[in-house]
């Protein structure tokens, strides 16, 4: 992009409806942030950040350098998984003295698998204004490039650390159907997938999007059973924030046409199509006319 484009754009119509809103005080302001490009902000969180009384925040020092390089000169104050109870009671005090209280953890969305939502219920809890400013989600982004076709996701998160407590986790996600969504660690990356493949079946469609809107960025999908292979393929695959994804257990019926048509295959290796519909229909208790088309398709391919 030219130099001239980027004046074009600043000077767009759109660009002033950010300023347009209203944005009340004695309100608490979720505002997502970058997860890695820093140009991923949007233009009402850098018009809130500006108009904010003070930013809340998981890392002072991370939030101080994302403000600087937009020119912002903000109060902060830490609002981290340690001290988030007792920083709640002051930030409720600062909006029920009429300020605007602008909330962002360190990347990503406050309050989901990062610190924020108990503060955001203590503001609730005490019959005060919160307003989500949405913006970057890496369990979004993943699941927009997965292309795990599912009308639901389950959002899991961090597993546990500890072998055996993230085996049980696992295990009680075998049969949900939603497409799984976890967060992992680098460090932890190659215990994750040893938990996966002990759990689940091999054939499953596993996602890997490493370092999302950063530089070195991956979304790699393959079978379960060849993701530890990956992993291991490239020593830098285990580094980098990731998120997982996992495709969900067939629901029944597609579990039970799954079924047919492997029985089915088997039977014309040794029939004709038509035993080979009666049998299966025999077996399955589907009905014969539409395993005989499905035969002849595959005999056809």
């Given amino acids: 992009m030219t130099e001239q484009q980027t004046i074009d754009i600043a000077r767009l119509p ?3 409806e950010a300023a347009q809103q ?6 608490l302001y ?6 890695g490009n820093v140009t991923d902000i949007t233009l009402r969180a850098l018009h809130l950040l500006a108009l904010a009384d003070v930013v809340a925040c998981e890392d002072t020092r991370k939030t101080g350098a994302l403000l600087q390089r937009f020119g912002l000169n903000k109060q902060t104050i830490a609002a981290h998984m340690h001290n988030e109870r007792e920083v709640a009671d002051k930030i409720v005090e600062r909006l029920r003295a009429g300020q605007r209280v602008a909330l962002v953890s360190d990347a990503g969305t406050p309050a989901v698998s990062d610190p924020g939502a108990r503060i955001v219920d ?3 809890a005490a019959g005060l204004n919160v307003v989500p400013l949405p ?13 795990l076709v599912n009308d639901r996701f389950h959002f899991v998160g961090f597993l546990p650390a500890k072998p055996k407590q993230r085996e049980s986790a696992l295990a009680a996600l075998v049969r949900e159907t939603s497409t799984l969504v976890l967060y992992e660690a680098p460090h932890r ?7 996966l493949t002990s759990v689940f079946e091999p054939t499953r469609q596993v996602v890997f999007a490493r370092e999302l809107s950063k530089m070195f960025e991956e979304v790699h999908r393959c079978p379960l059973g060849e993701a530890l ?9 285990e580094r980098g924030e990731f998120v997982v994804l996992v495709e969900g257990a067939l629901r029944a019926t597609d579990a039970e046409d799954a079924e047919a048509e492997r029985i089915l295959q088997i039977l014309l290796t040794e029939c004709s199509v038509k035993q080979a519909a009666g049998l299966a ?3 399955t208790g589907r009905k014969k006319n539409a395993l005989y088309e499905r035969a002849l398709q595959i005999k056809g391919e």
């Fill in 14 to 16: 759109v660009m002033g």
């Fill in 122 to 124: 203590a503001v609730r």
């Fill in 229 to 237: 292979a990956w992993v291991k393929a490239d020593q830098h695959r």
């Fill in 135 to 147: 913006g970057p989600s890496a369990a979004i982004a993943a699941l927009s490039a997965s292309g």
């Fill in 22 to 27: 209203s944005y009340p005080t004695a309100t």
């Fill in 30 to 35: 979720v505002v997502a942030t970058p997860i």
């Fill in 189 to 195: 990356i190659v215990e994750c997938v040893e938990g």
């Fill in 281 to 283: 229909a025999q077996i």
